[in-house]
């Protein structure tokens, strides 16, 4: 049995050899080119097996005789093909992983596009809460200059009535803030005045020079420039047909190189003998001085 083995080991490579070379043959002569597909020999048949012992040392005879006392059956079958050894199939693979590979990325880009535009979302509204915030520091730090201890001064008083001669207001200016402020320009106007006009009308500049004020300090005190006060006026006065009137504004700079309008307007009330803010919002402001150059 084991001889047998070893025959069919020998001839199915010689097998091989001459079914090869015929093949070779056929297609030159034909001039057909065959596609190489997988074969697998199958032989069918009785094989006789005998051994030479005649053979002597040296001899060119073989020790083994191999006969065929038929012809043996051989049939050619074509290896049946599967899926894993068509390319086809391994392209649509292929295509398939790096179709989601990209939908991945895709996925992971929108996510990350999200979280940006979160990150974003999230700077803008610390920005403005930093903006409002030092916006906040400013308007508690910066200064605030107003006038200060406004004061009527008449010749007399008799009464509800005053008397006849000049007449001038004094009065500071302080910075009420807790940071210095610089005093660039001021406007003052005295007069006595039956009614006010809508827009007040500042005509008397200073033309003094800049002053510097720290946290709670006050100016010198100031006088304005005297009105004489006639009969006429003394009786409108009395009758509260007219009233002494003392108003302007105050430009000033703060430490954050920002400049202010102050507006202010002061009358004197005859019945209790104080001053009082009077003319509404229209003299009495406070306003950004960056981009104007006159209230």
């Not at 080991?9 to 010689?14: A, E, Q, S």
């Not at 032989?43 to 006969?67: A, M, R, Y």
């Not at 899926?83 to 199939?89: E, G, K």
């Not at 100016?219 to 420039?225: E, N, Q």
Request: charged content about 20%; glycine content about 6%.
């Amino acid at each position: 049995m084991k001889l047998s083995k070893l025959i069919l080991i020998f001839t199915i490579p010689l097998f091989f050899g001459f079914t090869d070379a015929q093949a070779k043959n056929e297609s030159q002569k034909g001039k057909i080119v065959a596609e190489k597909v997988p074969l697998s020999i199958k032989v069918t048949g009785p094989v006789q097996v005998e051994l030479n012992k005649k053979v002597l040392p040296g001899s060119k005879e073989e020790p083994i005789n191999v006969k065929f006392p038929s012809a043996p059956e051989i049939k050619i079958v074509e290896t049946q093909k599967t899926w894993l050894s068509d390319p086809n199939w391994w392209v649509a693979i292929m295509a398939t992983l790096a179709a989601i590979i990209a939908a991945y990325q895709a996925w992971m880009f929108r996510r990350q596009l999200g979280y940006m535009q979160g990150g974003m979302k999230d700077t803008k509204e610390a920005a403005i809460a930093a903006k409002k915030s030092a916006d906040a520091l400013i308007d508690i730090d910066k200064a605030y200059v107003f006038p200060w201890h406004v004061e009527f001064r008449f010749s007399s008083i008799s009464g509800s009535r005053i008397s006849i001669g000049q007449a001038a207001v004094t009065y500071k200016f302080k910075n009420y803030g807790k940071t210095p402020a610089i005093i660039k320009q001021t406007s003052i106007q005295f007069l006595v005045a039956a009614s006010m006009p809508e827009i007040p009308s500042y005509t008397n500049l200073s033309q003094q020079g800049e002053i510097v004020l720290g946290s709670e300090v006050a100016t010198k005190s100031f006088r304005s420039d005297q009105i004489k006060i006639t009969e006429e006026y003394s009786k409108k006065v009395e009758t509260e047909d007219a009233v002494p009137v003392f108003y302007g504004f105050v430009r000033y700079q703060d430490i954050f190189n920002n400049e202010w309008i102050r507006g202010f307007c002061f009358k004197y009330d005859i019945s209790t003998y104080e001053t009082i803010m009077f003319g509404g919002s229209a003299y009495n402001y406070l306003k950004s001085a960056n981009f104007a150059t006159t209230p």
